[in-house]
Each structure stands twice: as structure tokens, then as C-alpha cells.
């Protein structure tokens, strides 16, 4: 059975193109494109694995993530274009599992997953 995974990133474009190619890699994906929408997602029909973005419009992701973090031990994957060091401390420090700077290869992000998976 797929894995379950939410995808949330508020470039909708992305969303799906990483969609497709993710589950063309076995895993059954939703996307969400803002954190109150990620969150009511994971509450009504929890996914296995979590791909959250941190720059997005009203709600950023680690604020997302903190809130996750009170209703659901679900691993998490930070997707991001904030790479510097400091940026992937706090992330990890506020409960994400790895942390990953756009761009990425898609190969590594799908190794990464699954890798958190086992």
C-alpha cells in the first residue's frame, strides 16, 4: 500500500509537478497550498509523511509545524528555499525530521522520504 503524503507548498505549479513525479514513485499524494489548509488536512485524514514549505503567505511552515507538532508526532520533511544553516537549525529545533533547500533533485527529496519511512 502507497505511503501517504501531504505536500504542502503554496506554488500550486510545483505542487503538482512534485505530486506527479512523486507518485510515479509510489506514494499516494494531497497537496495543500497554506498552512490552515495543511493543518485541517492532517487532522481529518492524517498522512504518513508531511513535505511542508516554510515561506507561504499568512501562516510561514514552521508555525505550521509548531502547531502540527501539538496533535501529531507525523515526520516531517522542511522543502524550502531558505537553506542557510540558521534556517535549517530552527527547523529541526521546532520538530522537523530533515530539512531540504530548493532546489532539490526529486531523487534525493524521494531517498530522503523514505529514509524517515523506515
Known amino acids: 500500500m502507497a505511503e501517504q ?3 504542502v507548498d503554496d506554488d500550486r505549479e510545483f505542487c503538482a509537478l512534485m505530486r506527479d513525479y ?5 506514494f499516494d499524494v494531497r497537496c495543500a497550498h497554506d498552512g490552515s489548509a495543511a493543518l485541517a488536512a492532517q487532522r481529518s485524514r492524517p498522512a504518513d509523511i ?3 514549505d516554510v ?3 499568512l ?3 514552521l508555525d505550521v509545524l509548531r502547531e502540527l507538532r ?3 508526532s ?3 520533511l522542511m522543502l524550502t528555499a531558505r537553506g542557510e544553516d540558521l534556517d535549517r537549525i530552527v527547523g529541526l529545533e521546532v520538530g522537523a525530521d530533515d530539512y531540504l533547500p530548493k532546489p532539490c533533485n526529486p531523487r534525493e527529496l524521494v531517498a530522503r522520504l523514505r529514509a524517515i519511512l523506515r
Open 74 to 76: 507525523v515526520p516531517v
Open 59 to 61: 501562516r510561514n511552515g
Open 55 to 57: 515561506m507561504m503567505p
Open 70 to 72: 501539538q496533535f501529531s
Open 5 to 7: 503524503l501531504l505536500f
Open 22 to 26: 512523486l507518485d510515479g514513485e509510489g
Open 50 to 52: 508531511v513535505v511542508l
